[in-house]
């Protein structure tokens, strides 16, 4: 369903839409209504699939760099590690591991294979830290877009398109 639709539409408990929970009800529909039954199932597809069409906005350069199907694959087996507790141990873990190796870190000159090394961590944490967001967003039961580089001003970007976000409840939106 559409984002700017899905966030505005609740069940009469208060509780959010699901992909699951409006095709049970789009199907309750079609029934009452005696129409076909594959109807109410190819119109709650065809909602999702308008929900999950991913925008351009933002960045002056964009460009896609891996396509959403197989962000979704890449990002499937990263779900676990979106549970609050593991995410809080890594955040924990980061800075304790900056914090020791500070002092061991040597500050003086900087040859091309620490440029390199350095340019090829960044890069690949980069690249898990948005698969991480992919993964919140696929814990939440909404598809991923595109894994993406751009250019913002004159900053370079990594980016993964998350619009289904403002489906989710607050905390699984934190949680993205």
Do not use: K, N, Q
Request: glycine share 10%; aromatic share 4%.
């Amino acid at each position: 369903m559409p984002a700017d639709l899905g966030r505005h539409l609740r069940t009469w408990d208060g509780t959010r839409l699901s992909p699951a929970l409006l095709r049970a009800a789009l199907a309750r529909a079609v029934s009452r209504a005696g129409a076909e039954p594959h109807l109410g199932e190819e119109l709650a597809r065809r909602l999702a699939a308008a929900g999950t069409r991913h925008g351009s906005r933002g960045p002056w350069i964009r460009r896609p760099l891996l396509p959403a199907s197989w962000v979704a694959v890449l990002a499937m087996p990263l779900v676990p590690l979106t549970s609050t507790a593991v995410l809080l141990a890594l955040a924990g873990t980061g800075v304790a591991g900056l914090r020791l190796a500070w002092p061991t870190l040597d500050h003086g000159a900087i040859d091309l294979t620490t440029i390199a090394t350095a340019a090829g961590l960044l890069l690949v944490t980069t690249m898990v830290h948005e698969l991480i967001h992919a993964a919140a967003l696929l814990r939440g039961g909404y598809p991923p877009g595109p894994v993406g580089m751009g250019v913002v001003f004159v900053m370079p970007v990594l980016w993964c398109d998350v619009t289904p976000v403002a489906l989710l409840p607050r905390g699984d939106r934190l949680r993205v």
